[in-house]
């Protein structure tokens, strides 16, 4: 008798699923998340109607820290694209970039040593050398403590359960916050800023003028700064750079490898852990220069200033599909117009929580992501 | 004195500990009566020595007292996150934001009631009930239209939960203003004013709010938990995140100004340890008998409850079945196991407990600041838990106790004495910790051992007794 109700119940699954294509009701869902997205978009298209100056000015910003984060999402979408790691020590490398450019800038004078060389150069370009020299120094601090961090807490946990490595990964993250929150090393407060190079803004109205300091530049006009379009240009010059250097050269192709399948990339004669050492190293370095340029950016710095950029970073990378790098790129992008937008038309303490809903929500809809490919199953 | 007090704090340490290993080998006793002269054994021992001076001074300080009740609530808190993370693989770190919502559930209960108005009560009791029919109600129609995307169900469920919700507010709120007459006025209180109601109140609070952690856990755990295991944990920091947020914004967005937002919450009713509160803290908890107050009578009350909960939770077949899936989803399945279910039923009762924990924690503290529930102090937990042993609740219990004492207590007295800056160091030497536990032992301290009661051969003993008695007939 019940194996006679059990066939019966399986035939009228098997005549219900012939019936209907794909599962039921899933137009509920689709319709739930349509509504939300119909409803932010006019939402946010009235506001920008009524003052379209203001919607640019904040697109504008929102691209700017977009462009910072999609220097420090790089180090995490290359980290996790080889290892699998969430590298939670990441942000804080970025803090150590800030910190060090500061340093270097505020109390030793190391952008002006051009000037202070040979006192007969331009000062343009004494500036330019003196700020380059500043990055390059906060990059290599980057890659020599990221390189660190690799090989003291994550090389031995190598094949031990993936949690174990993120578990560590917090351990790191939180012994550089505090350990740089400590008096005598960054102490716990809110440090302004020096900028090693002058600031320059521009509004826009009909044409650009430059903003005078002292003098109110005129309402309801569009502004930017040099501090933008530096950072514009750096993010992109990065991407470029990266792109270059994972498609066309060895170590490129050897981390592409590494990524795909470590055991048969050590067959094939690469040198697995010193190329994991060159993507730790690599990201640092970006995550370095991001730390400078939002320290410029933004003006103040502090030991816990590398956790929430951090993670939005990552979280950008999970949005463009993580081991992706033109992934990394637009997530950041829109994570930024999202914390923007957020900030300006809905309520400023929820940008984090925007930021988060956002990432829960693609990953639903599409769980590798927007530029992701399909997750192979490796052992 | 430093070295007095260490040895002090390392002797009720290992008194406290033996007390565990005591009150765990004694439930683990056959006999019901011995089991209950256990626990009010247990229980009677800490009361006197809270109870008790020793030329004056009290054996057990206020501050040690402290220190008790936040190892009880820590406790909670991470037996919910072993039971999540230890023994069913899924790396949350939301357990401190449910832990927040719990903590302000039960304060805002009570502090409503102290305040004469049973808004609180009446509204969240009776949204918790709608919440919980509503979600079986939908869980019910759900199972009909079998294969339903995760999406959709999220869909519905949360519709259902904000229509009672909505529900539970327009009757609450009548229903509330009703009562008002039962407080009386300030030089006469009502029936509903008296210490008595207070308490009942107080526990029911704390368990609403374990019922509210819980649902809201059912809510967020349903799409998040269908995520990939990195991305689950990324996405419940996101909802710790998003939970302080909340809190900071409880005045702003929230409709809730006694919260106080950023400010922190003041003026919760105190579980006091004594009677004679020597700093003149007016408390609508106050039982007093002498000198006894009713407060480590609840805290302990909850912590039996929290243990029963979860080893029976963790030997019943769903606890297995979280076992299973901890250890291999796709063999899980085949077996039979509905993985997607069973991680959602975990993750439901681990916030449960980290509920009840919060409720618990915002009495004995009668302050609540959103910047205790940050993420970042959101980790300790999950130190506890791996610094127990993944997967053993006695290492979630003693490293809970070794945690607070140590690292709380000591650690923070002791650098204290060294000087202004160095309780600073705390927070150092915390992540360097767990760097060398996680490369050194990755297993925690005490791997996977269970203590008396916690053990799983309770079930075998019952069998040969069984087969004893059989043979015997």
């Known amino acids: 008798m019940p194996a006679s109700i059990m066939t019966k119940n399986a035939a009228r699954d098997a005549a219900r699923a012939s019936k209907r294509r794909g599962p039921p009701l899933a137009w509920v869902g689709w319709a739930f998340l349509i509504a939300v997205a119909a409803v932010t978009v006019a939402y946010i298209a009235v506001k920008a109607w009524s003052q379209p100056i203001l919607f640019l000015q904040n697109f504008l910003d929102g691209l700017k820290l977009g462009f910072v984060y999609a220097l420090i999402a790089l180090g995490y979408t290359m980290v996790y694209g080889i290892v699998k790691l969430i590298n939670f020590a990441h942000g804080d490398v970025f803090m150590v970039g800030a910190f060090t450019s500061f340093y270097a800038v505020s109390r030793f004078g190391l952008h002006e040593w051009p000037a202070a060389l040979f006192p007969g150069i331009p000062s343009g370009l004494s500036i330019l050398i003196g700020t380059l020299t500043v990055i390059l120094l906060s990059m290599a601090v980057c890659v020599v403590l990221a390189v660190t961090i690799e090989r003291v807490a994550y090389k031995p946990l190598r094949d031990a359960p993936r949690i174990t490595a993120l578990i560590t990964a917090i351990g790191v993250s939180f012994f550089l916050e505090f350990f740089g929150a400590l008096p005598f090393v960054y102490t716990g407060r809110f440090i302004p800023y020096k900028s090693p190079f002058p600031t320059q803004a521009w509004y826009v109205q009909d044409g650009i003028h430059p903003i005078v300091s002292g003098q109110a530049s005129p309402d309801n006009t569009l502004s930017f700064s040099n501090i933008f379009l530096i950072i514009a240009a750096a993010s992109i010059l990065v991407q470029v750079l990266l792109q270059f250097i994972v498609k066309r050269t060895k170590i490129g192709i050897a981390m592409r490898a590494a990524s795909y399948d470590k055991p048969t990339a050590r067959l094939m004669g690469i040198n697995v852990d010193r190329v994991i050492s060159f993507t730790f190293a690599i990201g640092a370095a970006f995550a370095g220069l991001g730390g400078v340029l939002y320290a410029i950016a933004y003006s103040s710095i502090w030991s816990q200033m590398g956790i929430l950029p951090g993670l939005k970073a990552f979280v950008a990378a999970v949005l463009g599909g993580i081991g992706s790098i033109p992934g990394a790129f637009v997530g950041a992008l829109i994570m930024g117009q999202a914390e923007s937008m957020t900030m300006s038309y809905i309520s400023t303490p929820m940008r984090d929580a925007v930021a988060f809903a956002i990432l829960i929500i693609v990953l639903l809809v599409k769980p590798t992501g927007l530029f992701g490919e399909p997750a192979q199953e490796k052992a | ?473």
């Open chain 2, 1 to 473: 004195m430093e070295l007095g007090y260490l040895i002090g704090t390392v002797a009720k340490m290992g008194a406290l500990v033996a007390w565990i290993y005591g009150l765990l080998w004694g439930l683990s006793r056959e006999r019901k009566w011995q089991k209950a002269l256990t626990i009010v054994a247990a229980f009677a021992v800490i009361q006197l020595v809270i109870l008790s001076r020793v030329g004056g001074l009290a054996l057990f300080s206020a501050f040690d007292q402290g220190l008790l009740f936040q190892a009880i609530t820590m406790t909670m808190v991470a037996l919910g996150l072993n039971l999540i993370y230890g023994f069913n693989g899924q790396f949350s770190l939301a357990q401190w934001g449910f832990y927040g919502i719990g903590a302000y559930c039960a304060a805002d209960i009570t502090y409503r009631w102290s305040n004469g108005d049973a808004s609180g009560l009446v509204v969240a009791g009776l949204g918790v009930m709608l919440g919980a029919a509503a979600l079986f109600g939908v869980g019910a129609f759900l199972k009909r239209k079998r294969g339903v995307p995760v999406l959709s169900a999220f869909t519905f469920y949360l519709i259902a939960i904000v229509i009672a919700g909505i529900v539970a507010a327009r009757i609450g709120q009548p229903l509330a203003a009703s009562m008002k007459s039962g407080f009386g006025t300030a030089d006469a209180p009502g029936a509903l004013a008296s210490p008595a109601t207070m308490q009942i109140v107080f526990f029911l609070a704390v368990v609403i709010a374990g019922a509210f952690a819980a649902e809201a856990s059912f809510i967020f755990g349903l799409p998040v938990l269908s995520l990939g295991s990195d991305y689950f944990g990324i996405a419940t920091l996101g909802f710790a995140i998003i939970v302080k947020t909340l809190l900071v914004n409880t005045d702003t967005i929230l409709p809730f100004p006694e919260m106080k937002g950023g400010r922190g919450m003041i003026g919760i009713p105190k579980l006091l340890p004594f009677a004679n509160a020597a700093d003149g803290e007016a408390s609508g908890f106050q039982v007093a008998l002498g000198a006894w107050t009713p407060a480590w009578l609840w805290i302990f009350l909850f912590f039996v409850l929290a243990l029963v909960l979860i080893r029976n939770f963790v030997r019943s077949s769903t606890g297995r079945a979280a076992l299973a899936v901890r250890e291999d989803e796709i063999a899980a399945r085949a077996m039979g196991v509905d993985v997607a279910k069973n991680k959602l039923l975990v993750f439901v009762a681990g916030s449960f407990l980290a509920g009840v924990g919060g409720g618990i924690y915002a009495h004995y503290m009668g302050f609540l600041s959103p910047g205790s529930f940050d993420f970042i102090a959101g980790f300790n937990p999950l130190i506890v838990v791996v610094f127990g042993g993944l997967g053993s609740m006695t290492g979630s219990i003693v490293a809970s106790f070794g945690w607070i004492f140590f690292l709380e207590g000591l650690l923070r007295v002791l650098l204290g004495q060294l000087g202004t800056d160095a309780p600073s160091w705390r927070l150092v030497l915390y992540p360097i910790a767990l760097i060398l536990l996680m490369l050194v032992r990755p297993k925690g301290l005490l791997g996977t051992v269970e203590w008396g009661f916690l053990k799983a051969e309770g079930a075998s003993r019952i069998r040969k007794k069984a087969a004893a008695k059989r043979e015997g007939d």
